[in-house]
């Protein structure tokens, strides 16, 4: 119980029924999940009876950490993932009443895109995007294709939904699943099946959720099907931070919690004890005009600290260059903190509205050669490109992996439909066959056309072939053309050049395309020569051996070590984090809030919908401010791009709603100028210790 305040130690202790922690940012929610996880374990709660749901991988793999600095190894056991890993598993283990095979492939946002192109009959990536958002709303609501279609409220929607049935099709067809489909699907399997709830709930004696505020109405339904009854669940949230509204979460779950479980136990948390008074006062203005859906109250002890600041830069290089001159200021100096002087790398983040505004920092960052990460953007691994190359390494090493045979049987297209694919599909799971089993099957023929047969023989036959060869080809160089070849033979350049609206998009992928070879090849080992022509000798492996690893690589992504960089993120990426130091970039109107038709806020009348995205968006900025513990920045632009012009830009109206001391709002020139000389003292102090020493060292 240490380290925790009395409402806290409430919440860590209270067992046996249902329980809602309700505070604001920082307060220490988080930390009441992983202590209770501890206390529940302590108390004989076997740790694979409880599981802990986050908002996102990374947040598991973090809380998993801290759980086993309390308790140790036992942490390994308890089950700490997402919704969304959590549906997998339950799938994974009882899909196949659903008639679900245990190896079902999941399909990524760019599969679900491509699949819609092909059922809705367009070559148009935008228009199938739009079907995607709208079938993905109505999954999460609960609907099925034909209650789509009975609802619709005109002939787009009735469109949409038939596309939405030939969708469904195919995933059933493939064996595949969307993101979707990963909460859909369990709760109709908690739903429909008793004897899976029923082990389900025995399996789980305690359930907890974090960032409760943006769960979704499956989710939510999911875990009342989950805890049952006896409502043995303790989540925690803060209405404040919901920042997914725009993807369907809502906070009808936390005011439907109270009336589903009369006997909830609601604990409010006070204290924040993340940041300094100042930057929590402006996080509390800058909320104050929103509704409140719970009265709340936070205050710090922290001591007033640093003074919040308002940087206006003239456009984003210049900002840019602001934000590097802070972190290397703010490194440098010794007037910011007493005690811990986070100075570090890690000590910073650089937190943003859109993805896009990453790259002029990431310019200033690299030139200044400070190390940064970014994370919240795409990794290299999700990439659709790598994707597809993945799925065919996967298909040569494991034949039997149905999810990569349809990527590579799909990839690019050999005139091999989804009705062939259905048909072997469903002879497949008769037979209980992998589908490059049922293809070499000597019944096949009896329920397939020939032309269809002639054209899975041929792939087949292709699959071995390649097999064969990678098996037998050794070292970088060799590896190099066998991957060449077989790129040309499939034509997967062109189909990139084909499958992109635009042709600079598509180079871009194959210069991906390019470098992951080159990247596979050398670990291929054997004579490897560099750009400037010296080789190496290392020991030879074959290209079979190397795609067998791969699979175990896409995970690594995942798990990103606690390296000593700066941190560039989307807001919504950095929720439930902190960092010693924040800046907000571009806090402008029109970025931060996103485009909102209200004519910055001077118009009076304003429909329901903007208001409500307003909301949002300022709940969005308050997450942003309350990620900071020690000092805070918050940056705009005078001229903003757009398009190819610059045009005039306004500050964020939140920036006033900080009501900052305009006093102190800009930062003292003259200390920064004292803290520039302590760095350059600081440097040349090191140059002349390193020369010290360099003549001390003996010869070698
Ligand atoms: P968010 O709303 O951003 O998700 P949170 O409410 O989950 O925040 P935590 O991340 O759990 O808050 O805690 C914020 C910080 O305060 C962390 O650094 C945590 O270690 C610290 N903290 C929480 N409770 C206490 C406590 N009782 N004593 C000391 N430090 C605490
Ligand atoms: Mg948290």
Redesign the pocket.
């Known amino acids: 119980m240490s380290?925790?305040?009395l409402a806290?130690q409430e919440a860590v202790n209270y067992l046996h029924g249902p329980c809602l922690v309700l505070?604001?940012?920082?307060?220490?929610?988080?930390?009441?999940?992983?202590h209770k996880i501890a206390r529940l374990i302590q108390t004989g709660v076997a740790p694979q009876r409880i599981a802990a749901i986050t908002f996102t991988n990374k947040a598991a793999a973090e809380m998993r950490e801290r759980a086993k600095g309390l308790i140790g190894r036992d942490a390994n056991k308890v089950v700490v993932c997402t919704f969304h890993a959590l549906g997998v598993r339950m799938m994974r283990e009882d899909g196949a009443v659903l008639g679900l095979k245990p190896a079902f492939s999941i399909l990524d946002s760019d599969d679900v895109t491509k699949i819609l192109k092909d059922a809705g009959g367009t070559t148009d990536a935008a228009t199938a995007r739009i079907w995607q958002w709208t079938i993905s709303k109505w999954k999460n609501m609960g609907l099925t294709a034909a209650q789509a279609e009975a609802q619709a409220a005109d002939d787009n929607e009735r469109i949409t939904a038939r596309i939405m049935a030939r969708y469904e099709e195919r995933l059933t067809a493939y064996q595949s699943v969307d993101f979707d489909d990963l909460i859909g699907m369990p709760l109709k399997l908690l739903q429909d099946h008793e004897e899976v709830r029923a082990k389900w709930q025995a399996a789980l004696g305690h359930v907890l959720v974090?960032?409760y505020q943006d769960t979704n109405a499956t989710q939510y339904e999911v875990l009342k099907a989950l805890v049952g009854m006896r409502g043995r669940f303790t989540a925690?949230?803060?209405d404040d931070?919901s920042i997914y509204g725009w993807r369907g979460a809502t906070l009808d779950n936390l005011r439907k919690l109270p009336v589903d479980f009369p006997t909830l136990k609601v604990i409010k948390?006070e204290?924040?004890?993340?940041s300094t008074s100042a930057i929590l006062r402006a996080a509390n203005n800058v909320i104050g005009p929103n509704p409140k859906l719970f009265p709340k109250t936070l205050f710090s002890e922290l001591g007033e600290g640093e003074p919040v600041r308002v940087v206006d830069a003239d456009h984003e290089q210049h900002e840019a260059e602001r934000a590097v001159a802070r972190i290397v200021s703010l490194r440098s100096s010794d007037s910011v903190t007493q005690g811990p002087q986070f100075k570090e790398f890690r000590d910073f983040a650089i937190l943003y509205r859109a993805n896009h505004q990453a790259r002029v920092f990431e310019q200033a960052l690299r030139k200044a050669q400070i190390p940064y990460k970014v994370s919240g953007g795409q990794s290299f691994f999700d990439r659709a490109e790598i994707k597809d190359l993945c799925g065919w390494f996967r298909l040569w090493v494991n034949n039997d992996d149905d999810p990569a045979f349809l990527r590579a049987v799909t990839t690019p297209k050999r005139g091999i439909g989804h009705t062939t694919l259905a048909g072997l599909g469903t002879f497949a799971s008769q037979y209980k066959l992998s589908l490059f089993e049922a293809l070499f099957s000597s019944s096949l023929p009896s329920v397939m056309a020939k032309r269809a047969m002639e054209g899975l023989h041929e792939f087949g036959r292709y699959i071995n072939d390649l097999e064969y060869r990678a098996r037998r080809t050794l070292g970088a160089e060799d590896a190099r053309a066998f991957l060449n070849d077989w790129l040309k033979e499939i034509e997967y350049e062109k189909h990139l050049y084909d499958g992109e609206d635009s042709e600079q998009a598509a180079a871009s992928r194959w210069t991906n395309v390019m470098e992951f070879c080159d990247w596979m090849a050398q670990r291929c080992g054997g004579k490897v020569s560099d750009p400037s022509g010296a080789t190496t000798d290392t020991e030879a492996k074959t290209l079979l051996e190397v795609a067998q690893t791969i699979s175990l690589l896409s995970t690594i992504s995942e798990r990103e070590q606690d390296q000593n960089v700066v941190t560039l993120s989307t807001l919504h990426a950095s929720?439930?984090?902190?960092w010693p130091h924040v800046m907000l970039i571009g806090v402008n109107e029109g970025l931060l809030p996103f485009k909102l038709d209200d004519g910055g806020g001077r118009q009076q009348k304003v429909s329901d919908d903007t208001l409500q995205r307003l909301q949002e968006e300022r709940r969005l900025m308050y997450?942003g401010i309350?990620?900071a513990?020690r000092s805070l920045a918050v940056s705009w632009t005078k001229r903003r791009k757009q398009g190819r012009e610059m045009v005039p830009a306004q500050p964020s109206r939140f920036i006033s709603e900080m009501a900052l001391d305009q006093k102190t709002v800009k930062e003292d020139p003259r200390e920064k100028l004292k803290a520039l000389r302590a760095e350059f003292a600081r440097k040349a102090q090191q140059n002349a210790a390193a020369a010290a020493a360099a003549q001390a060292a003996p010869a070698p």
Not at 23 to 34: C, E, F, L, M
């Open positions: 380290g925790l305040n806290q505070a604001g940012a920082g307060s220490g929610k988080t930390r009441v999940i992983t974090d960032e925690v949230g803060d931070q948390l204290q924040n004890y993340r929720k439930g984090l902190e997450v309350t990620r513990q």
